[in-house]
Each structure stands twice: as C-alpha cells, then as structure tokens.
C-alpha cells in the first residue's frame, strides 16, 4: 500500500453530501438543462429580433461558495425563488453586464456598432433602475421556461426574485450549500458569452432519485403480461449424452440405458431448464405427473 508524504495537503470529503452526480442523475439533469437552453434561445430571438442561441455544455455539483468564486465580481445574477427549497436557498441565473446591456440595446432597435461601423466595448458596471426594468422584461419568461424545461423534477413555484450585481454579496445560498451548475454558451447577434444557472441540490436531487409516480402500477403491467405468456412444459426422464457417432449407427433393436433410476422422480422442465419434481401416475385414460417438489433444479 502507497504511503503519502507526511506533508501532504489532504481533502476532506463529506459522504453525506457527496459533490459528483450519478450517470442517472447527470443524464437527467442534462436533458432538462438541453431544453431549458433551446427555449431561451426562442425567447432572446424574438425579444431582440436577431438570431439568438442558447446552447447547454456542462453540469456539475458544486458548493455555493466554490460557485461564486469562479464569477467575476460585476456580473448580472437574477435571483430565482424555489419553493422546493427546504433550505431556503434561491436559484440564480447568470450572465456577464456586458452581454446584457448587448441584449437590452437589440431589444430596444439598437446594434453593437458604432456610426463609423467599430463596435465599442461595453462597460463592467451594475445596471441602472432602468435597464433592472429591461431586463427583467427580456427574462421574465425564462424563468418559466426553467419550470417548463424541469417538470415534475422542480416542484412547487418558480418566481423572479431579484437582480444583484455583485457575486460576493448575492446571498442566494448559504456558503456551503450544494447547487447544481449547469453552463451554457449564449450567442446573440455576433456576441457570444457564457452564462451559467444555478439550482438548489436540496430543490432538485430528491426529484431526480425518487422513482417517478406510477412505477408500481407498470411493475404490475409488466407482470401480469408475463405470466400470461405461453411457455412448453415438458415432463423428461434424465437426459443421457451420447456421441454423434452412436446415433449415426442406431438401428432398429437396439437398447440404450438411460441413467435415470426407476424410483427417482421425473424432471418437470421450462425451455431446458428443470423447474421442478414430479411422479408419474395417471388422470382418466391420460398419463399424467404429479408435482412433488418445486425448488427449481441445478444442473
């Protein structure tokens, strides 16, 4: 067994609040956050009235304050009340000042050029009551298309909450609340910036685990339609193995000795598979068995 140095930085990991998500779980997510990302693409193309798209890249667990960390500390992060939240932690749906203030001017007739043609570089700064006005307009229906996009995967209400601007002092989530991060590459016009959304994992997880409503009832479909299917049953003696060679040169008279003694019971068999136990005997003028035992047999 390797021996880690003495001085070794090591990681403490929480097994009741694990930080990666299972295949099943990831999958799932994947899907909503692909439909999430195709409908707010529709929304920003008719609301700015030049071709927009949304496209998912990646989800993962992460805490919250590992989450803020990696934004820049000016950005536009809208604030999304969950119900489903035992914590009381909100969702957040992000995306660079720059890149809005791009959309707001689409949105109200304008483009990203100058008069002489140049486009100039848009400012790193907190938006003004007005343009918090406009963008909740651009928005207001991606948060109900998040709720769409989510199903029955995020229960209860989904409301706009509240717009901040600086991601150190956003307290949507306590610092070491687990969110689901999913991010996505926005292009509208000729401008493409990245966005991210973050969810509560106590709001989503237990939606993802839990088996969906009416499993039960289809195991029973499931079941009853298999026990109604038709099978060959086959009462045999012991099978006894012979070579090609022997049955090539049978002919008529002659005795082959079968391995199964005559007090032994007989093998009831499903598709070569004995099933059960059974002595022979008789129903009317019919031969017949009866079923002594019904452990099934290993050959």
């Known amino acids: 067994m390797a021996v880690l140095p003495a001085d070794t930085d090591y990681l403490h990991y929480d097994f009741r609040r694990p930080t990666t998500l299972a295949r099943e779980q990831s999958r799932a997510l994947e899907l909503a956050f692909e439909t999430f990302g195709r409908q707010w693409g529709t929304?920003?193309?008719?609301?700015?009235?030049?071709?927009?798209?949304?496209?998912?890249?990646?989800?993962?667990i992460r805490t919250y304050d590992d989450y803020t960390r990696s934004l820049p500390p000016t950005t536009v992060m809208l604030l999304i009340g969950l119900e489903a939240s035992a914590s009381g932690a909100r969702g957040v749906l992000q995306f660079p000042a720059p890149g809005g203030l791009a959309w707001i001017s689409r949105m109200l007739g304008g483009t990203e050029s100058g008069a002489d043609g140049t486009t100039a570089p848009l400012p790193e700064r907190g938006y003004t009551p007005v343009e918090q006005a406009i963008v909740r307009r651009l928005l207001e229906d991606t948060v109900d298309d998040l709720r769409y996009s989510f199903g029955a995967q995020l229960p209860g209400t989904v409301v706009f909450d509240s717009i901040q601007h600086n991601s150190q002092f956003a307290q949507a989530a306590a610092p070491a609340d687990l969110m689901i991060i999913a991010t996505f590459r926005v292009t509208v016009g000729d401008r493409c910036d990245t966005a991210t959304v973050a969810l509560p994992a106590d709001a989503i997880l237990p939606a993802l685990v839990a088996p969906p409503a009416g499993?039960?009832?289809?195991?029973?479909?499931?079941?009853?339609?298999?026990?109604?299917?038709?099978?060959q049953l086959a009462v045999q003696l012991t099978?006894?193995?012979?070579?090609?060679?022997?049955?090539?040169?049978?002919?008529?008279?002659?005795v082959i000795r079968l391995p199964h003694a005559s007090h032994k019971p007989l093998d009831v068999v499903v598709d070569g598979v004995p099933v059960a136990r059974a002595s022979a005997g008789a129903s009317g003028s019919r031969r017949a068995c009866v079923v002594t035992d019904t452990e099934e047999i290993a050959r």
Do not use: H
């Open 215 to 231: 499993d039960d009832a289809n195991g029973d479909g499931i079941r009853s339609q298999i026990t109604t299917v038709p099978v």
């Open 43 to 60: 929304q920003l193309t008719a609301k700015t009235r030049v071709r927009a798209q949304v496209v998912f890249e990646a989800v993962a």
């Open 239 to 254: 099978p006894l193995p012979v070579t090609a060679g022997r049955v090539i040169s049978l002919a008529v008279g002659d």
